[in-house]
T-cell receptor
Framework: DTEVTQTPKHLVMGMTNKKSLKCEQH?????MYWYKQKAKKPPELMFV???????INESVPSRFSPECPNSSLLNLHLHALQPEDSALYLC?????????????FGEGSWLTVV | RKEVEQDPGPFNVPEGATVAFNCTYS??????FFWYRQDCRKEPKLLMS???SGNEDGRFTAQLNRASQYISLLIRDSKLSDSATYLC????????????FGDGTTLTVKP
């Protein structure tokens, strides 16, 4: 079982809604990530937090807003999304941000924008 | 040219077969290498890290060839449960935190 927990597992939202995806890990990891994955494609990095500070933003549209309240929690706030934003959103964590660290994924949140 | 390229697949093999996947990477500064497995509609899960000396875990063997800039994954005695997409992941030290994923190779093991 994964030690990275994501909620909700499924979310359907309208284009004018505001919703949030939540992620929690209790492995003491100091780096946390948001990835987006479309069907038959690999995960695509969105954001990286290291020691609770945003260290990488892969030019993600501002309708996606990440937040890291503490070292165990990571949120992704969603507002005014488009249907093409429908995808699997994966949270992940690693011990640190260095290249040798293994990334552990949560089960993901399936997002449908209608 | 993509930074990380995998065999396109799909690979359809009978149970008990041996199958090998290759993954090439373009940046010689790449430092760390991993194979992940992703089942349909599930999250990627680490299968193996890949070490310079090569490493084995049961039926799975991973190898790294830095000179030719590729990694490989060999699966012996394939099981039905090995059916999945296998993702090659490469990290460069200069882009700590930015793992580059290959597009994945799909394996189907048939009875």
């Amino acid at each position: 079982d994964t030690e990275v927990t994501q909620t909700p597992k499924h979310l359907v939202m309208g284009m004018t809604n505001k919703k949030s995806l939540k992620c929690e890990q209790h492995m003491g990891h100091r780096a946390m990530y948001w990835y987006k994955q479309k069907a038959k494609k690999p995960p695509e990095l969105m954001f990286v937090y290291s020691y609770e500070k945003l260290s990488i933003n892969e030019s993600v549209p501002s309708r996606f807003s990440p937040e890291c309240p503490n070292s165990s929690l990571l949120n992704l706030h969603l507002h005014a999304l488009q249907p093409e934003d429908s995808a699997l959103y994966l949270c992940a964590s690693s011990q640190g941000q260095s290249s040798g660290n293994t990334i552990y994924f949560g089960e993901g949140s399936w997002l449908t924008v209608v | 040219r993509k930074e990380v390229e995998q065999d396109p697949g799909p690979f359809n093999v009978p149970e008990g077969a041996t199958v090998a996947f290759n993954c090439t990477y373009s940046n010689s500064a790449s430092q760390s290498f991993f194979w992940y497995r992703q089942d349909c509609r599930k999250e990627p899960k680490l299968l193996m890290s890949v070490y310079s000396s090569g490493n084995e875990d049961g039926r799975f063997t991973a190898q790294l060839n830095r000179a030719s800039q590729y990694i490989s994954l060999l699966i012996r005695d394939s099981k039905l449960s090995d059916s999945a997409t296998y993702l090659c992941v490469v990290n460069m030290n200069t882009n700590a935190g930015k793992s580059t994923f290959g597009d994945g190779t799909t394996l189907t093991v048939k009875p």
